[in-house]
C-alpha cells in the first residue's frame, strides 16, 4: 500500500515539474502550471477545461459532437486559418451567417432541387420565385416558370424563344404593348387583331419615304373608316377595289363644255365624259362636257 501512495506522488510530482509520465490512470484530478506533454493516446472520461491556447498536431476526433460550455458564438479558425476545408457531406440543422466569401467548389444546392447550381457549367435552376435588382447574365438564363420583373428589362443580345416557336408579348394580361423607339422587322408581321394608334390620329404605314418604295397589301383588307392616300406617287391596285357602302361613294359629277377635268374637280378627276362623241375622255382632255371627280366639288 505504501508503494502505490509513493509511485503515485511521484507521477504527480512529474507531472507538476512538466515531466513525462508513463501509461497509467489517474483518478484524481491533475493541475499544472508548465507544460503537459502525452505521447500515448489519452482516454479523457470527464470534463476538461482548457484555459490558453492549445495546439493539437494530429487529428482531433470530436465523436460526441463540436460545442462550447457557454452560450455564445463557436469559432473556427478565426485567427491565423487561410481557409476551413469540409471534405465531407456536412448538414446545418441551424441558421448559418456568412460575414464574408463563400467559395463552393463542387455542386450547390438548397433541399435538393429547389436552388441548385452546377459547379461545371455555372447553370442555375430556381424552382420557386426569385426576387432580384440587377441581374446580369453572361450565358443562357431559363426561367421555366412565371417570371415578374417590376423595373426595366434589358435584353442587349436580342429577344428570342429557345426553341422554334411563336415568341408571345403580352398575351395574357397586358393590355397593350408600347414600343417607344423606331423599331426594324426584319421578318414577317404577324397581327391577330387590330393595329390601331394609342391616341386619335392618323395611322401612318410607310412614312420614311428614303427607305419605303411601296406598301403591299396581299389578301383581301376590309377599311371601315375613310382610305386617304396623300402620295403623289401612283397608287397601284392589282386586284378589285370595291366599296359595300349603298348609298354612294361620295363621287360628284360636274359639268363644263369642252374643259379638261383636271381643272373642273376640285378633288382628284375619275374621268371625263365626251357628250358630244359619247367617249370617256381622260382627265387633261379639253373634250370633256362631264367630269367624274373623286369627292365633292
Known sequence: MKKILILSIVAIALLLAGGALAASTIGTNITTGGNLTVTGNTAITGTTA???????????????GLDRSTEASLLIGATNATSVVITPATTITGAATLSSTLNVVG???????????????????????????AITGSSTLVVASTATVTGALYANGGLDRSTAANLAIGATNALRVNITPQTAITGALMVGSTIN?????????????????????????????????????????????????TTTLGWSVEKAANQACNTTCTSACVFGLDTGGADIVSCYSALADSCVCAGPN
Open 50 to 64: 482548457i484555459t490558453g491556447a492549445t495546439t493539437i498536431t494530429g487529428a482531433l476526433f470530436g465523436n460526441g
Open 197 to 245: 394608334r394609342i391616341t386619335a390620329g392618323a395611322l401612318t404605314i410607310g412614312s420614311n419615304t428614303a427607305s419605303t418604295t411601296s406598301v403591299i397589301i396581299t389578301p383581301d383588307t376590309t377599311i371601315t373608316g375613310t382610305l386617304t392616300i396623300n402620295s403623289t406617287a401612283t397608287s397601284t391596285i392589282a386586284g378589285t377595289l370595291q366599296s359595300t357602302k
Open 107 to 133: 455542386n450547390f444546392s438548397v433541399k435538393t432541387d429547389r436552388f441548385s447550381v452546377t459547379a461545371a457549367s455555372g447553370a442555375t435552376t430556381i424552382m420557386g420565385s426569385l426576387g432580384a435588382g
